[in-house]
Each structure stands twice: as C-alpha cells, then as structure tokens.
C-alpha cells in the first residue's frame, strides 16, 4: 500500500522564501465581510502597533472581494465595488507605500469556496495577467469545486472527492481532477512572468492530492490541514495532522522547499483562552509554519497578552530559525498512526489526555521543546530531557522562550541516568517553551 510517496523534491529556485512567511489574513479576521476600509484599516493597525517590524508584513484579502460575473469582453475577474471603491490596484499602492506586501485568493476550480464567486480554472493566464496589473505580492489558490461545470460529490462540500484515489493514497484525500493537475497550471503562468514580479504561491489544498509531493517544485506554502476554527480541538487537530509523516519526510519542508502550513492564528480573536493562544503561537512557531495573524488587529493594545504573544521575539525567533527544520511531537503523539496520519479526535487514545512534548533542532546545535499540557486540569510534568525530548547527552543552558531568561542549566542523560527529570506545574492547556543549548 501506499501511503506518501518517497521522491526527491526540489524547491523553487526563486528563494522567495527562506524562512516561513509573516503576516496578516482577512479570512480569520472577518470572514466574508472584507472590504478596502477593512484592509486599510488593519494595515494603519499593523504599523501603529509596530507588528510589520516584527515580520508581519504581508496582508492578504481572502475570498468575497470579487463580484459573481466575470467581464464580459476582458474575462476579467471584478472587484465588487461595494466593497473596493478604488480598486485593488489603490490599495496595493497603498501598501507598498508603507512597505507593506498585498495578498489576493482565488480557487482552482470553478467557483472559490464562496459557491458562487468566480475561481480561476481555465483562467489562469488572465488571472495572473491580473495579479501583475494589481501588483500582488502574495497568491493564496484554494481548492473547492475542482471540475469545470462546478459540480460536487459531497452535499453543500464545494469538493469533487474520487474516491478510489483517496482509498490509495490515505490519509490524503484526492479530488478529480487532482490538486496536482490544476495548481500546476496556474503555478506555470506565475513561473512565467518571475521577470517581471515575484508573486508567492500559497496552496490552500487542506492536505489533499498529497500535496506535500508537487508543492515544494511549484510553490513557497501549502495548507495541510482543513481550516482551523477559534477552538482549542481545533488547534489540536491541526497541528496533529501538519504533523504526520509525509510531512516531515527529507525536502518537504525547510528553507530549499517552502512551508506546511496547518493555517492561520487566532491570537487575540477571543474563542481561546490565553494559554491556548499561547500554545497555538508555540506549536506555530515550533513547526515552522507561515505566520498568518487572524484577528481585529484595530482592537488590539500593546498591553493585552494577545500582543505579547504575538510578538515574542524568542518564539518567532524558533520560527525564523536558519535552519528551518519542522519540530515535531516526541512523546505521546496523536499524529504518528499506523497509517502515518491523524484518524481524527476519536482515533487517539491520548488526543485529550496527555502532556506532550514537541521538539525539534535549531540552527548551531541548539534544540526548541515545547511541553503542552491537553489535560483539562493542571498536570505535574517531569520530563528526561533525553527521553522524553530526545536530546543528545550533554549539558545545555535552559532558556525559557516565556521569558527569555536562562532558568536553568541542564543535563541531558541516556537509559541509564539517574540525573533527575525537569519538573515543573504546568496548567490545562498551557505550554512550557524551551531552547537548550549546548554548553
Ligand atoms: C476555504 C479555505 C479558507 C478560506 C475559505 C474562503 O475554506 O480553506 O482558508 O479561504 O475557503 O471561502
């Protein structure tokens, strides 16, 4: 059977994106309800509270921004004039005039995931031609209604599954046609005018036409999960899944191929606690994905804990590492199963009952661990840094990625040490966040 293909995949040559990309989306944000005020807004936001100096710097307008019909003579697809007055091509001046970059999403499939707002299949060279005239930066191409006449095979799914595929390729659902044969066309035409504009390539393919073996040749990012919602489930199911095997496997993911990305933050929108959110931003951080704020950035305050973690420096230090190497979860995992991927919540004995560790090398032989606690109650952690997190034998200064302040030096011992084991009260659903270095 077989469950990822082992291939040797080359990145982009582009190097557009050597470490995950940074910034801000309408989709978490506001859902449907996007508009040219919005997106202005948000930026003057982002600027004021200095967020685009930390690295969130690309701000994409998600789906609904276009009207049903495309232009009759041109093909184009039309900004809805409700909503963007001015045109894209404003707002992008906009942006780029305050060193912003500007994101715009469109599908590979006949409509987007709207149902009825026009996608881009069979229109990718006008669509691109549009991106260079609006001067985009960023590209986000979902996947929903894959098939030219829009049809589905999943009631009110916006997908088109083919089963037998699907059964093949497990835990990756395939559509019909697959995600390979329509991305790749539309990464073909952006390909083609890099002489005149860089445009990143985010695939929103939630995981599907096991996209981790096209997405590294053609793009910088791709979805490998379905959406997340503002709930801690929904963070876990995520990362759990952005964590299976074919994901991790040599030239997936890293500086040279681009980035899993289990989609956006929620940070600050309020459906979490504050130690979901900063277990959501140190998971993020931990496995290298792309960095998409997701919240009314307007309310946000420089006090709220919302904005400490968004902005702590040793956190996204970790997720800017030079050597870009996705973290993964060590100890009582719910994403390695037999089939190398999440059976979903039911199918993990420790999917609420355990605290885990995660880990993974940094850059100059230093590693991250990140210890999260899924119980609904506070837990006593004690962990063997060798055991449990896997760290060579050694004696390492134990930084707190909280606090930035060494707490700690430590050693790490083999099956037979007796050196004692890290201990700490760790409460529901919150995180230690660590980086050892050698000493
Ligand atoms: C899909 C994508 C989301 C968002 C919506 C827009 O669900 O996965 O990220 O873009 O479509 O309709």
Request: charged share 20%; aromatic share 12%.
């Given at each position: 059977m077989l469950f990822f293909s082992v291939v040797a995949i080359q990145g982009l040559?582009?190097?557009?994106?050597p470490t995950p990309p940074m910034g801000w989306t309408s989709w978490n944000t506001f859902f449907e309800e996007n508009s040219e005020q919005k997106m202005i807004s948000q930026a003057d936001a982002i600027i004021e509270l200095g967020l685009d100096k930390v690295g969130y710097n690309i701000l994409t307008i998600d789906d609904?921004?276009?009207?049903p019909s495309r232009d009759n003579e041109t093909g184009r697809m039309i900004p809805d004039p409700a909503k963007f007055p001015n045109g894209i091509l404003s707002l992008s001046n906009y942006f780029h005039d305050r060193g912003l970059q500007i994101g715009i999403y469109s599908s590979a499939?006949?409509?987007?995931?709207?149902?009825n707002l026009p996608g881009s299949l069979s229109y990718e060279a006008t669509d691109v031609e549009m991106l260079l005239e609006y001067e985009i930066d960023y590209f986000k191409y979902d996947n929903c209604y894959p098939r030219l006449d829009g049809s589905t095979n999943i009631a009110g799914g916006g997908v088109y599954i083919d089963w037998e595929k699907s059964a093949e390729h497990l835990p990756s659902i395939w559509q019909s046609p697959s995600e390979e044969s329509r991305y790749s066309v539309m990464a073909e035409e952006i390909a083609k005018v890099k002489d005149q504009r860089n445009i990143s390539l985010e695939l929103?393919?939630?995981?599907?036409?096991?996209?981790e073996t096209f997405g590294p040749a053609m793009a910088h990012l791709w979805r490998t999960s379905p959406d997340v919602a503002d709930n801690w489930n929904s963070l876990l199911y995520n990362i759990d899944v952005n964590d299976e095997n074919r994901y991790r496997q040599?030239?997936?993911?890293g500086p040279n191929s681009g980035w899993n990305y289990p989609d956006g933050l929620f940070v600050?929108?309020?459906?979490?606690?504050d130690a979901e959110y900063r277990t959501m931003f140190a998971l993020w951080c931990l496995v290298k994905s792309p960095l998409m704020l997701g919240t009314d950035?307007?309310?946000?305050?420089?006090?709220?804990e919302a904005y400490k973690i968004i902005t702590n420096p040793w956190l996204i230090a970790v997720n800017q590492d030079q050597l870009g190497v996705q973290g993964q979860c060590l100890?009582?995992?719910?994403?390695?199963?037999s089939v190398g991927g999440v059976l979903g919540a039911s199918g993990c004995v420790h999917f609420h009952h355990s605290w885990q560790v995660w880990g993974g090398p940094l850059e100059g032989g230093s590693f991250v661990i990140v210890v999260v606690n899924r119980f609904e109650e506070e837990k006593q952690v004690s962990m063997n840094?060798?055991?449990?997190?896997?760290?060579?034998p050694g004696l390492y200064t134990v930084e707190d990625l909280w606090s930035g302040e060494v707490v700690d030096e430590a050693l790490s011992g083999g099956?037979?040490?007796?050196?004692?084991a890290y201990k700490a009260i760790l409460p529901a659903h919150d995180n230690l966040a660590f980086k050892l270095t050698p000493v």
């Open positions: 040559p582009d190097g557009l994106h609904f921004w276009q009207l499939g006949r409509f987007t995931c709207s149902g929103c393919a939630w995981g599907f036409g096991n996209v040599d030239g997936v993911q600050g929108k309020g459906g979490m606690t950035m307007t309310k946000m305050t420089r006090d709220s100890k009582d995992c719910c994403s390695h199963g840094w060798n055991l449990d997190a896997k760290i060579p099956e037979d040490w007796e050196g004692g």
